[in-house]
């Protein structure tokens, strides 16, 4: 029998989880507020400035934005290392803005310039820094959990105490490469956490409709994997969770997997209406849950004032204007870059011309 709308609907209460051990992670000073704000606060404004530029004709191909899921991305790299390693999808600028890539280089990047991480030739879901330990965005649905369960072996194989983050979103947690990775995960106890980005719908399906049982967290259960539901529109919440799930991996204990209950207030990409939901589902978790509004509350009542808001969105403002500056400024891709950085099998291409 076919479902109702209402039935679609994804649950605007939040579950809360259970605590997580490191509880003094979960009250930062006002000094890491602020920098977790104004982190969450960047990828907000940059990802605007890319919709604008997207509306323009500047980027082409898809653009898949972050809005609305900040605090899943800042939250977990706020308690991660430097040598900690990072994969996730094609929604993937919040993620290489969290891990300290440039805003210059990702914005040139999306525009197809030669100043970008890529030299232009990447765009929106293809981009890299091996200095920042990201490997990478990835425009085929779950095929980064291989990669991501890949440089958690890598990790363990060179003795190291370094985390590879893994994220996903609710869309790939039915394809059957993540089992693989699981069980491959859960085997050789690898120091991997797969982050399930639960933003409510793959594409246009809820994921009420697409995915059995009642949660995400549960999926590792059959491989021993343990798992929990985070708030993923709480800062504090993720940063929390996340702090016990990389101790967990740290500690030689395996794979962990986090499902991060979160929302995107864009379509899937910018070439989707939307339809699929309604304007007041869409405006009642902006209004009762969105991120940086609820650490900014927080931080009012930690004795931040008006004038810091200000300062700092000013702040932000400037820096994003000057990476679309500077991508617009940056030139196009030489002709010769379509033949650099590509692996060519000679034997294979004189067999395919016989």
Known sequence: MAKSPQQDKPQLKRKPGRPAKNAEQAKPDLDTLT???????????????????YGMGQIGGFCHLYIGQEAVVVGMQSVAEKD??????????????????????VMAELTGREGGYSRGKGGSMHMFSREKKFFGGHGIVGAQVPIGTGLAFAHRYNDSKSVSMTYLGDGAVNQGQVYESF????????????????????????VTRAAAGSTLADRGKAYGIPGMQVDGMDVLAVRA?????????????????LEMQTYRYRGHSMSDPAKY?????????????????HLK???????????????????????????????????LPDEAELWTDILIADTLIEGAAE
């Not at 969770?241 to 997997?257: L, S, T, V």
């Not at 939901?277 to 509004?293: G, L, N, S």
């Open 183 to 206: 069980n491959m995960a859960a085997l050789w106890e690898l120091p991997v956490i797969f982050i399930i980005e639960n933003n409510q719908y793959g594409m246009g399906t809820s």
């Open 35 to 53: 920098s977790l704000y104004k982190d969450m606060l960047l990828i907000r404004r940059f990802e605007e400035k890319a919709g604008q530029l």
């Open 277 to 293: 939901r309604t304007r007041e589902e869409v405006d009642a978790m902006r209004k009762q849950h969105d991120p940086i509004d």
């Open 84 to 105: 900690d390693t990072v994969v996730t999808s094609y929604r993937d600028h919040g993620h290489m803005l969290a891990c300290g890539m440039d805003a210059r280089g």
């Open 241 to 257: 969770a996340g702090a016990e799930a990389i101790a967990h991996c740290r500690d030689g204990k395996g794979p962990f997997i």
């Open 297 to 331: 509350e927080l931080m009012i009542k930690e004795g931040a004032d008006e004038s810091q808001f200000k300062e700092i969105d000013a702040s932000v403002k400037a820096v994003v204007a000057d990476s679309a500056t500077f991508a617009q400024e940056s030139p």
